[in-house]
Nanobody, 119 residues
């Protein structure tokens, strides 16, 4: 079964850090453009960061630049989102997404992991 499983979310105080991970099973992420999205309560899902294969190009949402870093380890079939200096407005469910770069493959979404930034 092809799936993405996120982990690493939780409750953190403002200014704190979290590292999210997204592990793929049933397929190899080396054929996928990987992204992190988030969705806050009552808001639309938004793109936070993405990374090309093999990880040469990264893009970040303006509001997280300088605080978040996206990376990938294709050997471990895992994508990471390092989040530093977290703010209350970063509170959301964070989702991992895999977008195929080759014909015949399918996109995948993870189930999401909750990040809550609060004092």
């Amino acid at each position: 079964q092809e799936q993405l499983v996120e982990a690493g979310g939780g409750l953190v105080q403002p200014g704190g850090s979290l590292r999210l991970s997204c592990v793929a099973s049933g397929f190899r992420i080396s054929f996928y453009f990987m992204s992190w999205y988030r969705q806050a309560l009552g808001k639309e899902r938004e793109l936070v960061a993405n990374i090309s294969t093999p990880g040469v190009i990264t893009n970040l949402k303006d509001s997280v630049k300088g605080r978040f870093t996206i990376s990938r380890d294709d050997a471990k079939n895992t994508v990471y989102l390092q989040m530093n200096n977290l703010k209350p407005e970063d509170t959301a469910v964070y989702y991992c997404h895999a977008n195929p770069t080759a014909w015949g493959l399918f996109p995948h979404w993870g189930q999401g992991t909750q990040v809550t930034v609060s004092s």
